[in-house]
């Protein structure tokens, strides 16, 4: 890890702090994908059908979070005037984490006399650990705005996501050969729990890293939060492709998900193999997306990998029983390359658009909306699928095709974005090392 920040060529402080917030990235990125905390997981939704939550608990558990996601602008109100986001970070991280523990025991505890109350009980606390967890995030993205410098952002959050996959991505193979094998609801509770361990440590480790927020005389009243970022054009157009590209993955997720698992009959262990593919080409393609979004641009990379991303909806509307298998891996395979692309460019492109004076609010801006969205997407998926379930055609399909088609809208409005020092969206000139300003 040394070396790799030793070759970016950055002050021997803000090195220290890379290292830390890489440590932190692996931590918290083994807590997220065991338990899906925040975006879901295929583990998740076999403990959700292990105590008998049916498709509209399961929708109601995927837009838990993004309705937390909602609440992002009262986080954004206490950053600018009352609590310094790294200790706003450390206190909601911290609580959103041990919600966790509590929750995956509720099964245990109330056992299976009460179902309706289990299943309420445990969407219940998720949905308040949610809240905590992205009050977190909205301080995370202000906090790393200021201490990674723009000139940097490319090619360090590339080493992240590269030390940060290497670990996650042989997880979910690991952990499914384990449900498969103990698959009971206690076993699902107790390997949720050490994740949830994992990342409290996580947050003690980035507890290192300083602050530079420059203290605000003028407090800034909440209505203005509101207002400020949808002031600024460019930064709307950004928010129009997050809610198309919002509404074509959340929405369909828990019900690929589903899919894998009941439709197609792919073991837990399985699936983990799938994932262990795309994790392993997540992190092959890292370094090569870091120097592409340096030479060029984070919004061209943005757009180079959703132009990927939009196809795979399709791709599984063409898969079946007999083909599902390689399919699978070959969606996997591409997916693992399109988003590494895409989460890398998708939050260096919210930085590089985003003023440094009164970022957090630009943060809730963008937490708020795709919250709101993804509380719309997976329900709008029930929709989808409830309201074609009585046609020959799988009705999960035609939510497939139906998110592809916001995956195209999506881009289109991210091709009006605007980035400073970016090579103009045409394909002669990605060959061609030109800036504009």
């Known amino acids: 890890m040394y070396k790799v920040m030793k070759r970016l060529e ?36 076999a403990f959700a059908r292990k105590i008998g939550m049916n498709s509209f608990h399961i929708a109601i558990l995927a837009a838990s979070p993004q309705l937390a996601n909602m609440a992002q602008f009262v986080a954004s109100f206490i950053i600018e005037n009352y609590i310094p986001r790294k200790k706003f970070f450390i206190y909601t991280a911290l609580i959103a984490r041990i919600l966790w523990i509590i929750a995956v025991f509720i099964p245990t505890i109330i056992g299976k006399n009460l179902p309706g109350l289990t299943i309420w009980s445990f969407i219940f606390t998720i949905a308040i650990a949610n809240l905590f967890a992205y009050f977190a995030g909205t301080a995370w993205l202000s906090w790393m705005k200021d201490i990674i410098p723009n000139k940097y952002r490319g090619k360090f959050f590339s080493r992240r996501n590269l030390y940060t996959n290497t670990i996650t991505m042989i997880l979910p193979y690991i952990v499914g050969r384990v449900f498969d094998k103990y698959n009971t609801i206690l076993s699902y509770a107790n390997v949720f729990t050490l994740a949830t361990i994992i990342g409290i440590i996580g947050v003690f480790i980035i507890s290192k890293v300083k602050d530079k927020m420059e203290p605000v005389e003028e407090k800034i009243k909440f209505a203005e939060i509101l207002k400020l970022p949808f002031r600024n054009k460019n930064f709307i157009y950004f928010l129009l492709f997050s809610i198309f590209f919002t509404l074509g993955t959340v929405g369909m997720l828990p019900f690929l998900q589903i899919y894998l698992l009941e439709d197609l009959n792919f073991p837990k262990a399985t699936i983990g193999f799938f994932l262990l593919v795309s994790g392993t080409l997540n992190v092959v393609s890292n370094i090569f997306w870091g120097e592409f979004s340096a030479k060029y641009g984070h919004r061209n990379t943005l757009v180079l990998a959703g132009c990927g991303a939009s196809l795979f909806p399709f791709l599984w509307v063409v898969t079946n029983k007999s083909n599902g298998f390689v399919l699978s891996i070959f969606i996997h395979f591409l997916g693992g390359i399109a988003w590494a692309g895409m989460i890398l460019a998708h939050l260096n492109l919210l930085f590089t658009i985003s003023p440094k004076k009164r970022n957090s609010a630009y943060m809730a801006s963008f937490s708020f909306v795709n919250g709101a969205t993804g509380v719309i997407a997976p329900l709008l998926g029930v929709f989808i699928i409830k309201m074609f379930e009585n046609i020959t055609f799988p009705a999960v399909k035609i939510l497939f095709i139906v998110s592809g088609i916001f995956r195209i809208i999506a881009v289109m409005y991210l091709i009006k974005v605007k980035e400073i020092k970016a090579v103009p969206l045409r394909l002669r000139e990605f060959f061609k090392p030109r800036y504009y300003s």
């Open 10 to 45: 950055v002050p021997k402080r803000l090195r220290n702090d890379m290292k830390y917030i890489i440590a932190e990235g692996i931590f918290a990125g083994t807590f997220i994908t065991i338990t899906g905390a925040m975006f879901g997981s295929v583990f998740l939704i």
